[in-house]
């Protein structure tokens, strides 16, 4: 398989409401990540990727309590917050063969990093950027799908980096993320695929829509 068949008709909604970025899924899928909000592992139709410019840690419950008050969502809707530009957020959609990708992105670099940096423990980090990452589709029925669906968008994201000649903030090596970076992988297991490694179908759409992504967030950045 080359290039990959983009189509514009995709079961996912996307909805920037204020400064919230809502992600409606076709139906409930099972969602794995390291969310601020219901992270882990986790079953919900919903994600939403909210911008802050500034917030204490102890903020947390009451901004995503508000945001689901506001936007009238499930309390098991998965939250991520950041402080990147959320109406300049990029996506790609991908079928083929039955299988469908759609990944989602909001791309902010002012903390970008190098992995084993330095920690910032006893620092202030200001301008917080993050990489927020939604990668769904309508296989993996397992959650060690999931987990290899992470893997491989993280690769993705990385090399979308290192290919765009991004570098740390602190140690002007080759950045690999940034500081505060959080994917969220979601698969209905429609489609019962539970494989997406490098050497399969699933593995290069979710590879090739993560770098795509990345790259033109990076692009339009800041």
Same mark, same amino acid.
């Given at each position: 398989?080359?290039?990959? =068949?983009?189509? *514009? ?12 970025? +809502?992600?409606?899924? =076709?139906? +409930?899928?099972? +969602? ?40 009238? #969502? ?53 301008? =917080? ?13 397992? &959650?060690?799908? #999931? ?18 000649? &991004? *570098? ?42 993560? *770098?795509?992504? +990345? *790259? ?5 950045? =800041?």
């Amino acid at each position: 398989m080359n290039d990959l =068949p983009k189509k *514009k008709t995709t079961p996912i909604k996307v909805v920037l409401n204020d400064k919230s970025l +809502i992600i409606n899924l =076709p139906k +409930i899928s099972s +969602i794995l990540s390291w969310a601020p909000f219901n992270g882990g592992l986790t079953e919900s139709n919903c994600i939403f990727n909210h911008e802050c410019d500034h917030f204490e840690e102890n903020d947390l419950e009451t901004i995503f309590s508000s945001i689901i008050s506001r936007n009238n #969502l499930s309390s098991n809707t998965v939250g991520l917050i950041t402080g990147a530009n959320v109406s300049r957020y990029e996506e790609v959609y991908l079928e083929n063969g039955g299988l469908w990708v759609h990944a989602i992105a909001t791309i902010g670099l002012n903390n970008a990093r190098s992995v084993g940096d330095s920690a910032d423990v006893d620092q202030t980090i200001h301008k =917080p950027g993050t990489i927020n990452l939604i990668v769904s589709c309508n296989a993996l029925p397992f &959650v060690s799908g #999931l987990v290899e669906a992470i893997h491989v968008a993280t690769m993705a994201k990385t090399s979308a980096m290192i290919e765009a000649g &991004v *570098k740390s903030k602190k140690s002007k090596q080759p950045a690999t993320g940034t500081g505060t970076d959080c994917i969220v992988v979601t698969g209905s297991g429609e489609v019962q695929e539970n494989n997406c490694g490098m050497h399969t179908v699933l593995g290069e759409m979710i590879g090739k829509a993560v *770098k795509e992504i +990345i *790259k033109k967030g990076i692009q339009k950045w =800041p």
